[in-house]
């Protein structure tokens, strides 16, 4: 059983998967170069200090938050988590979310797979998403067709 929304428009859905799409791409891109960049310098700069000066007595994760601006994977901000989940408002301000597991002394090369391992699995979701998006303008389409 599905929980349709009484506002889905094929438009509305269409719109929903091109957005998908533009974090799916700025997503890559991000990725892109932090596997074929040096880590300082580059845009996860941040997570990767968090992730690997942090101590893990105290802290479990770390997460970079990303927002995507004009096709361009920007990250807001990085944050530590002890125990529990993000507070929503975190979370609703942002398109993404890349969030490792504390690991002091991680190497560079090391963390370049655990972020490209972790993004992949964000990028699939999206690609998803944006997938069934489209099914359901489609299915919407065509129901509009047979009326």
């Given at each position: 059983?599905?929980?349709?929304?009484?506002?889905?428009?094929?438009?509305?859905l269409?719109?929903?998967?091109?957005?998908?799409?533009?974090?799916?791409?700025?997503?890559?891109?991000?990725?892109?170069?932090?596997?074929?960049?040096?880590?300082?310098?580059?845009?996860?700069?941040?997570?990767?200090?968090?992730?690997?000066?942090?101590?893990?007595?105290?802290?479990?994760?770390?997460?970079a938050?990303?927002?995507?601006?004009?096709?361009?994977?920007?990250?807001?901000?990085?944050?530590?988590?002890?125990?529990?989940?993000?507070a929503?408002?975190?979370?609703?301000?942002?398109?993404?979310?890349?969030?490792?597991?504390?690991?002091?002394?991680?190497?560079?090369?090391?963390?370049?797979?655990?972020?490209?391992?972790?993004?992949?699995?964000?990028?699939d979701?999206?690609?998803?998403?944006?997938?069934?998006?489209?099914?359901?303008?489609?299915?919407?389409e065509?129901?509009?067709?047979?009326?």
């Amino acid at each position: 059983m599905t929980w349709d929304d009484p506002r889905d428009t094929p438009e509305t859905l269409r719109e929903e998967a091109a957005e998908y799409d533009e974090i799916v791409a700025a997503l890559e891109d991000l990725i892109a170069e932090v596997r074929d960049e040096p880590v300082k310098g580059s845009r996860l700069e941040g997570l990767y200090d968090e992730v690997t000066t942090s101590d893990p007595g105290i802290w479990n994760t770390a997460t970079a938050f990303i927002d995507v601006e004009d096709g361009e994977a920007v990250v807001t901000e990085e944050s530590k988590l002890a125990q529990g989940k993000w507070a929503p408002e975190i979370v609703e301000g942002c398109d993404a979310m890349v969030t490792l597991e504390i690991q002091t002394g991680l190497m560079p090369d090391d963390f370049k797979y655990l972020v490209s391992k972790e993004a992949d699995d964000r990028i699939d979701e999206f690609r998803e998403a944006a997938a069934k998006a489209r099914q359901r303008a489609a299915e919407l389409e065509a129901g509009d067709d047979e009326d």
